[in-house]
């Protein structure tokens, strides 16, 4: 077990550093094509069409590595999302990060936010846990949200979102339109505050929730993080214990809940994300990978 052990962490440290070096290669070759014009179309097909390239480079590295971040990729994403920048560069990148509860969405979420704020690009996060129907008058009535929930109350269904809110706000925020998103407040009232969170329309905006399924026309990325029910079981256990003060057994029923819910409403959503990536992966090799992306659409003479 112990050499299995070493074994990952010098594999991990092998595909780090080859990752460095492709960043390295890339800052330092003399091989680089001409900026293009980003005002033209002439010069948006040309960055879209060196994209492509990179991108299946990227994918073809990425299977190499012991534990890949790309589990599957829609074959057809790269064209549809090379049209988008051809045909609407001025529109707001919408990013869509959704999978079952205690995938790693946050985390995923959260790396990328890191390395695009590292870049000095602006990057605004979007919950659509804020989007959550106020219940307060239901848990008011049966007691607790435990026992609203365990009444039959379907907490994940499209229902129990304010899906035309969301989809208005991400559509005003997509335009560059600043916008005041509810707030739900999770300390089991149920209580939802109107346009109580200033969210700014940065050029990147990445949205991360289960509701993103419901909504889904609206992005230009659509990603699902996938994690096994055993390593989901202990994340979802270790966080409701440890953060949200729940005790074992209510979270083991809350664990039954979700388990049902992620068959009904958010698995058969795979199918139709741009990347499904793993939500176990390294975030050091992640965000190399991040980094590597940015240096090959920014690197030109």
């Given at each position: 077990?112990?050499?299995?052990?070493f074994s990952?962490i010098i594999?991990?440290?092998?595909?780090?550093?080859?990752?460095?070096?492709?960043?390295?290669?890339?800052?330092?070759s003399?091989?680089?094509?001409l900026?293009?014009?980003?005002?033209?179309k002439?010069?948006?097909e040309?960055?879209?069409?060196?994209?492509?390239t990179k991108?299946k480079?990227i994918?073809?590295?990425?299977?190499k590595?012991?534990?890949?971040?790309?589990v599957?990729?829609?074959?057809?994403f790269?064209m549809?999302f090379s049209?988008r920048?051809?045909?609407n560069?001025d529109?707001?990148?919408?990013?869509?990060i959704?999978?079952?509860?205690?995938a790693?969405?946050?985390?995923?979420?959260?790396?990328i936010?890191?390395?695009?704020?590292?870049?000095?690009?602006?990057?605004t996060?979007?919950s659509?846990?804020n989007?959550f129907?106020d219940?307060?008058?239901?848990?008011?009535k049966?007691?607790?949200?435990d026992?609203l929930?365990?009444?039959g109350?379907d907490?994940?269904?499209?229902?129990s979102?304010?899906?035309?809110?969301?989809?208005?706000d991400?559509?005003?925020?997509?335009?560059g339109l600043d916008i005041?998103?509810?707030?739900?407040?999770p300390?089991?009232?149920g209580?939802?505050?109107p346009k109580?969170i200033?969210?700014k329309?940065?050029?990147?905006?990445i949205?991360?929730?289960?509701?993103t399924?419901?909504?889904?026309?609206?992005?230009d990325v659509k990603?699902?993080?996938e994690t096994?029910n055993e390593?989901r079981?202990k994340?979802?256990?270790?966080?409701?214990v440890?953060?949200?003060?729940?005790?074992v057994?209510?979270a083991?029923?809350?664990?039954?809940y979700?388990?049902?819910?992620?068959?009904?409403?958010?698995?058969?959503?795979r199918n139709?994300?741009?990347?499904v990536?793993?939500?176990?992966?390294?975030l050091?090799?992640?965000a190399?990978?991040?980094e590597?992306?940015?240096?090959?659409?920014n690197n030109f003479?």
């Open positions: 077990m112990q050499k299995f052990f990952c594999s991990i440290q092998f595909m780090e550093n080859i990752m460095h070096g492709l960043i390295e290669k890339e800052l330092l003399d091989d680089k094509i900026k293009p014009d980003f005002n033209s002439t010069g948006r040309l960055l879209a069409f060196y994209l492509q991108f480079q994918l073809a590295f990425d299977k590595y012991s534990m890949p971040i790309f599957d990729v829609d074959p057809n790269t549809r049209k920048l051809i045909n560069p529109k707001r990148f919408l990013i869509s959704t999978g079952e509860s205690a790693g969405k946050s985390t995923i979420c959260n790396e936010k890191n390395v695009i704020e590292q870049l000095s690009m602006p990057v996060i979007l659509t846990d989007y129907n219940i307060s008058s239901l848990i008011a049966h007691g607790s949200f026992a929930r365990d009444s109350y907490v994940d269904a499209p229902t979102f304010q899906l035309d809110i969301l989809k208005s991400l559509q005003d925020l997509a335009d005041k998103c509810p707030m739900y407040l300390n089991g009232t209580v939802s505050m109580a200033d969210v329309s940065s050029k990147i905006i949205v991360e929730g289960i509701a399924m419901y909504v889904k026309d609206v992005f990603i699902y993080v096994d390593i079981k994340w979802f256990i270790d966080r409701a440890n953060e949200r003060n729940q005790d057994n209510n083991l029923k809350h664990w039954d979700i388990t049902l819910a992620g068959e009904k409403y958010v698995k058969p959503y139709e994300a741009d990347m990536i793993n939500g176990k992966a390294d050091k090799y992640f190399g990978i991040l590597y992306i940015h240096t090959i659409t003479q």
